[in-house]
């Protein structure tokens, strides 16, 4: 994700809606920021009240981990299950809904 993009300003709010239902069954987000200049992260999050774990990543799509995993535009979502294992490498709101419904709906 990146500050400037409005899609992963979108996908914001039912983030955080997902992650406050889900969070206390094991559902996590950790996330990857790539902004070229780190100093516009902490007042973003600060802001806009993102509970889960940043990692900032300088250089864009063309370096770092994002060339590693093929991440070509932002936002991009990786849903992995409790083993590791990718479950979806372009997955969006909706998919996710659905795969924490799935796997993690309270009984």
């Not at 979108?10 to 239902?21: I, N, R």
């Not at 070229?36 to 940043?54: E, F, H, I, M, R």
Request: aromatic share 8%; net charge negative; with cysteine.
């Amino acid at each position: 994700w990146d500050t400037l993009n409005e899609v992963c300003k979108e996908d914001l709010v039912p983030l955080k809606g997902l992650y406050a239902t889900y969070h206390t069954d094991g559902f996590e987000i950790v996330g990857v920021n790539l902004d070229p200049d780190k100093s516009a992260v902490a007042p973003y999050l600060t802001q806009n009240a993102v509970k889960w774990p940043q990692i900032h990543e300088p250089g864009g799509p063309e370096k770092g981990l994002a060339a590693d995993f093929g991440i070509m535009v932002t936002p991009t979502m990786f849903i992995v299950d409790r083993e590791g294992k990718v479950l979806n490498r372009n997955a969006t709101i909706a998919d996710l809904k659905t795969t924490l419904a799935e796997k993690l709906a309270k009984k």
